[in-house]
């Protein structure tokens, strides 16, 4: 226990809850058995009741902090405004993750919103990296970066996205957030092999694995494009090969994601508990054996 | 013929007008197109980029969503998010210049009270993410000479914003979000001006109307005003009395002096 009287700090190998804002008084009030909870960083940015709410659960679950504005990606560089705001709410806060993506989000002084595709090249690596190891300096503390899934690839990529991710790691000693509902939707939009994708990744760079729901889109001519919409349970297929994950990497910490249409909390506690049985197959092996 | 290589600032920009100009000329010769037309896949991106920016409009305009109707207030959006996309990650402060843009939409010219409505609800938005300080020790102020305190200047609490307006829009942004029709259809549009201060109590943000000597007076001293020559101004009306509820509801964070001396009549 710390200085503020703070219970638990690093993010437990166990299940964990996307906390938003819609449960925010129920957190507080009912205290309902979560292992730990992530939030979207861009959301506690300000003051108000947002962050003060934050600092109260803060004092009774491990956190993490993951977010979407960072724009990794970008090849003119961090906006250090953001930087900063991220900083002020990783002190304030002592998350036990600090998570980003692959992605950029950020280009000629716009945010665009959303998790765009990097082009998988030399050129992306590098500045990948340059940014990691800029966000790294800043925080002083290791980041995690997380697998997008993408709808679209470039012509003129040539380096797989698992040995990008394995790459960045590699050099800027940042770990990986693998999303394995991402692996799986990028991997149906692009005809990758998810089970290949895995078994690329170092277990000891996995720090942290996302789950969440998708939803599968037709078009006509009967082709189909998954979209990662966070909007409904996790699929049998995502859950299949999360056991595979979790065969390779270990007990590692798990979140149950769900943005659109939030749920009751008992439904994401109950995705949790579902997570929990399979984190706990790995402890005993026989998650391996389950896999294979 | 395939496309040369793109430099990752040349595909960063082309696909920044994708998404806010709708222009694929720079992104979809290096796009895989296998069963998806480049376009198609782009307009996944763009969908999201539209629909995560028009759901942040509409959280900071509520009651503009729903004087003007969802139809109405997306097509606003779609123009206004094209016109004007974001430049910070943080959503929260997106969409500042909207109440302008809505003065010159022309499809809401007939509403002249909208762009007061907007003004008022990017001031309660601001209340609501503005960051958090402590409210000025009022015994601070005390502990000054007489001269001294002639010569202060404060600081406003970030959450606070004054305005006036030609329209009654605290009255239409009331009875809109409480969906009091009755309310709503009693107001005179045209029964302006007011002068208004928007504030975030431990309660959450308030919008209060000030009578226009108060308003003026407290306007002085938001501008930096020296404390003397701001009374000074106000000699008509008792503004220590105003002086004393901002202080008491923590609206001023800090306070410097005034190097000029103040020129009394």
Request: aromatic fraction near 8%.
């Amino acid at each position: 226990m710390d200085s503020l009287g703070r219970a638990r700090d690093s993010i437990p190998a166990k299940a964990g809850v996307g906390l938003r804002f819609r449960h925010h008084q129920e957190v507080l009030e009912s205290h309902p058995a979560a292992a730990w909870f992530e939030v979207h960083t861009e959301n506690y940015m300000g003051g108000g009741s947002a962050p003060a709410h934050l600092d109260a659960i803060r004092r009774d679950y491990p956190l993490s902090l993951h977010g979407t504005g960072l724009s990794l990606g970008s090849v003119e560089g961090l906006d250090p405004a953001h930087l900063a705001r991220v900083q002020n709410l990783v002190e304030r806060i002592e998350p036990g993750l600090v998570s980003e993506h692959l992605s950029f989000s950020v280009a000629a002084g716009n945010y665009l919103a959303d998790l765009l595709p990097l082009p998988m090249t030399e050129e992306a690596l590098e500045i990948v990296c340059r940014n990691v190891a800029q966000v790294q300096d800043h925080l002083k503390r290791r980041i995690l970066v997380e697998n997008p899934s993408t709808y679209l690839q470039f012509r003129h990529s040539t380096i797989p996205e698992w040995e990008f991710l394995t790459q960045v790691a590699k050099r800027t000693g940042c770990g990986i957030l693998c999303d394995v509902n991402n692996i799986y939707v990028s991997a149906c939009n692009h005809g990758w092999d998810a089970s290949e994708y895995l078994a690329a990744l170092q277990p000891k760079a996995v720090g942290e694995i996302h789950l969440a729901g998708h939803v599968v889109r037709r078009l006509d001519g009967g082709r189909v494009l998954r979209i990662d919409d966070h909007g409904s349970r996790v699929a049998p297929e995502v859950w299949a090969l999360y056991a595979e994950a979790l065969a390779r990497f270990g007990p590692v910490p798990t979140l149950i994601e769900w943005d659109t249409d939030v749920p009751p909390m008992a439904v994401l506690l109950e995705e949790a508990a579902h997570a929990a049985v399979l984190i706990e197959k790995a402890e005993s092996g026989s998650c391996r054996a389950l896999a294979a | 013929m395939e496309a040369a290589a793109p430099s990752l600032l040349e595909l960063q920009r082309a696909l920044r007008a994708s998404l806010v100009a709708h222009d694929d000329r720079g992104t979809s010769a290096h796009v895989v197109d296998a069963g998806m037309s480049p376009a198609e896949r782009l307009d996944v991106y763009r969908n999201t980029f539209a629909s995560v920016l028009t759901t942040a409009l509409r959280l900071s305009y509520p009651a503009m969503h729903r004087l003007v109707g969802a139809e109405f207030f997306e097509r606003a959006a779609r123009v206004f998010i094209e016109t004007s996309p974001p430049r910070s990650a943080c959503l929260d402060d997106y969409g500042h210049e909207f109440p302008d843009f809505l003065s010159g939409f022309e499809p809401a010219s007939s509403l002249a009270y909208l762009p007061d409505v907007a003004r008022l609800e990017w001031s309660v938005n601001r209340a609501l993410h503005a960051p958090d300080a402590e409210p000025l020790d009022a015994q601070r102020l005390v502990a000054l000479e007489e001269a001294e305190r002639a010569r202060v200047s404060f600081a406003l609490h970030p959450s606070v914003s004054l305005l006036r307006m030609d329209h009654p829009a605290d009255l239409i942004w009331r009875a809109v979000l409480d969906e009091d029709d009755a309310a709503l259809s009693a107001i005179d549009p045209c029964a302006g001006p007011v002068w208004l201060l928007t504030e975030r109590l431990p309660t959450g943000v308030e919008v209060r109307r000030m009578s226009e000597s108060a308003w003026r007076f407290t306007s002085a001293l938001c501008e930096g005003r020296p404390l003397a020559a701001a009374l000074d101004d106000a000699r008509d009306f008792d503004a220590s009395v105003v002086l004393a509820d901002h202080l008491a509801a923590g609206r001023f964070i800090d306070f410097s002096l005034n190097k000029t001396a103040v020129n009394f009549p």
